[in-house]
């Protein structure tokens, strides 16, 4: 079965640093690209970052220079660290897989076939 589960959200003051998880089960994350979303309340999921199999790394504009998304092939888990946390980055977050070596670039929703449950960030003085 294949399965995402996320981890590592919270309720962090701006400026904070938190490290989100996503580990895999069912499947070995170096063969597909993945992405993060975040989902904010009255808002539709965006697109936050991607790593594609090719080595390559994609952030959207407003997170560029302050997140960066890596994969740790041997625990076959993918990593968001975000830094300089500010309040509008308050959402759940998600990561997302898509189809085993997908071409894929800017993390878009319709790209990814299947999800984990997500973890919240709030952050909040």
């Known amino acids: 079965q294949l399965q995402l589960v996320e981890s590592g959200g919270g309720l962090v003051q701006p400026g904070s640093s938190l490290r989100l998880s996503c580990a895999a089960s069912?499947?070995?994350?170096?063969?597909?690209?993945i992405g993060w979303f975040r989902q904010a309340p009255g808002k539709e999921r965006e697109g936050v970052s991607s790593?594609?199999?090719?080595?390559?790394?994609y952030y959207t504009e407003s997170v560029k220079g302050r997140f960066n998304i890596s994969r740790d092939i041997a625990k076959n888990t993918v990593y968001l660290q975000m830094n300089s946390l500010k309040p509008e980055d308050t959402a759940n977050y998600y990561c997302?897989?898509?189809?085993?070596?997908?071409?894929?670039?800017?993390?878009?929703?319709?790209?990814?076939?299947?999800w984990g449950q997500g973890t919240q960030v709030t952050v909040s003085s």
């Open positions: 790593s594609t199999t090719a080595g390559d790394t």
């Open positions: 069912g499947f070995t994350l170096y063969e597909r690209p």
């Open positions: 997302a897989a898509a189809a085993p070596r997908a071409r894929v670039g800017m993390p878009r929703v319709r790209d990814y076939i299947f």
